[in-house]
């Protein structure tokens, strides 16, 4: 008897051996980021050098993918395989769409504080590691939830539709860092040193330590990091319940974030509408989430949807600028 297309989407075909294969291809590729390629050291990143590891880590995904394609081919038929192929790029590119998010946030906090491009470089690897760290129990926790309580699904569905309306309507506010409590309450807990001390996190005077202007953008970049995964996390369950393929297609996209940072920040006023775009999309993920008893949206027609309104709303951004600029 063959599958049906929820039971594959429920199921993880993944043996332990690809979880540990996976997450060794991780601390290879951040141990020769830090060591190798200075990724801690403060350093000034161009746009092609951004650029180019940007198209390294979606070639990297996309072969991961492929691999993934041929192994299930091989182990449990095409079906099955075109199946989860289909759930790990679908579920990559809303991650990767709703991570750009992320950047306008980050462009806003490093702006605030007025960090040198330079130091940008060091705090977002550190930020990709708490990241990493942070999606990973929260989707072992989602995967839990889901297996002993089917209908939270419902639950996600319902916060991301409400998610993604409140995001179309408050699309060109920006948010005030003054006011957020992660910010308020790192400055009346911890001991801060006004002046930036190169790229040290930490300074000691006197044998007192102080955390400097630095620490405090780290902070904010991971409590942004943490409420974006609330919202992203449960969009990719919509896509599939399978925690193997949530949990990869997450961290290819928050490995490839830092890259995808520095090649839009100086160009993300020029993308201004793809928060309308973005909006679309959680309310679209919501809401097949809520339908879901009456009516299965197709994995590849939720990837055509989600490709449609990212691509919609970057071509009307750019679009929109160029007339701006006649």
Same mark, same amino acid.
């Given at each position: 008897?063959?599958?049906?297309?929820?039971?594959?989407?429920?199921?993880?075909?993944?043996?332990?051996?690809?979880?540990?294969?996976?997450?060794?291809?991780?601390?290879?590729?951040?141990?020769?980021?830090?060591?190798?390629?200075?990724?801690?050291?403060?350093?000034?990143?161009?746009?092609?050098?951004?650029?180019?590891?940007?198209?390294?880590?979606?070639?990297?995904?996309?072969?991961?993918?492929?691999?993934?394609?041929?192994?299930?081919?091989?182990?449990?038929?095409?079906?099955?395989?075109?199946?989860?192929?289909?759930?790990?790029?679908?579920?990559?590119?809303?991650?990767?769409?709703?991570?750009?998010?992320?950047?306008?946030?980050?462009?806003?906090?490093?702006?605030?504080?007025?960090?040198?491009?330079?130091?940008?470089?060091?705090?977002?690897?550190?930020?990709?590691?708490?990241?990493?760290?942070?999606?990973?129990?929260?989707?072992?926790?989602?995967?839990?939830?889901?297996?002993? *309580? +089917?209908?939270?699904? %419902? =639950?996600?569905?319902?916060? @991301?539709?409400?998610? !993604?309306?409140? /995001? &179309? #309507?408050?699309?060109?506010?920006?948010?005030?860092?003054?006011?957020?409590?992660?910010?308020?309450?790192?400055?009346?807990?911890?001991?801060?040193?006004?002046?930036?001390?190169?790229?040290?996190?930490?300074?000691?005077?006197?044998?007192?330590?102080?955390?400097?202007?630095?620490?405090?953008?780290?902070?904010?970049?991971?409590?942004?990091?943490?409420?974006?995964?609330?919202?992203?996390?449960?969009?990719?369950?919509?896509?599939?319940?399978?925690?193997?393929?949530?949990?990869?297609?997450?961290?290819?996209?928050?490995?490839?974030?830092?890259?995808?940072?520095?090649?839009?920040?100086?160009?993300?006023?020029? *993308? +201004?509408?793809?928060? %309308? =775009?973005?909006?679309?999309? @959680?309310?679209?993920? !919501?809401?097949? /989430? &809520? #339908?879901?008893?009456?009516?299965?949206?197709?994995?590849?027609?939720?990837?055509?949807?989600?490709?449609?309104?990212?691509?919609?709303?970057?071509?009307?951004?750019?679009?929109?600028?160029?007339?701006?600029?006649?």
């Amino acid at each position: 008897m063959q599958a049906t297309t929820e039971q594959v989407a429920q199921a993880s075909l993944a043996p332990t051996w690809m979880w540990g294969a996976f997450i060794v291809f991780v601390l290879i590729m951040l141990a020769l980021d830090l060591f190798v390629f200075g990724g801690n050291k403060a350093k000034r990143v161009s746009v092609r050098e951004a650029a180019l590891w940007s198209v390294l880590w979606f070639g990297l995904a996309l072969a991961f993918n492929f691999m993934l394609w041929l192994y299930l081919g091989a182990q449990a038929g095409s079906q099955v395989a075109d199946q989860k192929a289909l759930e790990f790029l679908t579920g990559y590119l809303i991650e990767k769409s709703l991570s750009v998010d992320n950047v306008f946030v980050f462009y806003l906090i490093f702006s605030s504080f007025s960090i040198s491009i330079e130091y940008q470089r060091r705090i977002l690897l550190y930020g990709v590691l708490g990241a990493i760290v942070m999606r990973a129990l929260i989707i072992l926790a989602g995967a839990w939830l889901v297996r002993e *309580f +089917h209908w939270i699904l %419902y =639950g996600f569905g319902l916060f @991301l539709l409400i998610t !993604g309306m409140r /995001m &179309l #309507i408050m699309a060109d506010a920006k948010p005030d860092l003054q006011k957020n409590l992660l910010f308020r309450l790192a400055r009346r807990t911890l001991r801060l040193d006004p002046d930036y001390r190169g790229e040290h996190f930490v300074v000691h005077h006197n044998g007192v330590r102080y955390f400097t202007p630095l620490f405090l953008a780290l902070i904010m970049i991971e409590g942004t990091d943490l409420v974006f995964a609330v919202d992203s996390i449960p969009a990719i369950f919509a896509v599939t319940t399978d925690p193997f393929i949530v949990f990869t297609s997450n961290i290819f996209a928050i490995l490839g974030l830092r890259a995808l940072y520095f090649l839009l920040a100086d160009s993300a006023e020029r *993308f +201004h509408l793809l928060k %309308y =775009g973005l909006a679309m999309v @959680l309310t679209f993920i !919501g809401s097949k /989430m &809520l #339908i879901a008893p009456w009516y299965h949206v197709p994995i590849a027609a939720s990837l055509t949807i989600v490709v449609v309104l990212i691509a919609a709303s970057v071509i009307a951004s750019l679009f929109v600028a160029r007339r701006n600029t006649e």
